[in-house]
Nanobody, 114 residues
Framework: QVQLVESGGGLVQPGGSLRLSCTAS????????MGWYRQVPGKQRELVAA???????NYADSVKGRFTIARDNAKSTVYLQMNSLKPEDTAVYYC????????WGEGTLVTVSS
């Protein structure tokens, strides 16, 4: 079993930046993808960004050019640097790991508001 611990959410003004981090409770061996999803009340959870173990990335169109995903395999950690934040980025952000199974973090709230 893998537990994912997220940090870095909070309140930020429009145009500001936040960095989310997610660390797995144990080293994950093998080929796996780490990513971030987000969800607002009444809507489905959506992919924000993902990165494979070889470093290939995938972004939602709405965040391209503003968000950057990165990972540190030695630390089993994935990061999401969010710049030029907009009110519509407000959501609960969830860390996700896909390996032989699929694991989710508990979520961290990001609020973009003046």
């Amino acid at each position: 079993q893998v537990q994912l611990v997220e940090s870095g959410g909070g309140l930020v003004q429009p145009g500001g930046s936040l960095r989310l981090s997610c660390t797995a409770s144990r080293t994950i061996v093998g080929i796996y993808t780490m990513g971030w999803y987000r969800q607002v009340p009444g809507k489905q959870r959506e992919l924000v960004a993902a990165i494979t173990s070889s470093g290939n990335t995938n972004y939602a169109d709405s965040v391209k050019g503003r968000f950057t995903i990165a990972r540190d395999n030695a630390k089993s950690t994935v990061y999401l640097q969010m710049n030029s934040l907009k009110p519509e980025d407000t959501a609960v952000y969830y860390c996700n790991v896909k390996t032989f199974g699929e694991y989710w973090g508990e979520g961290t709230l990001v609020t973009v508001s003046s």
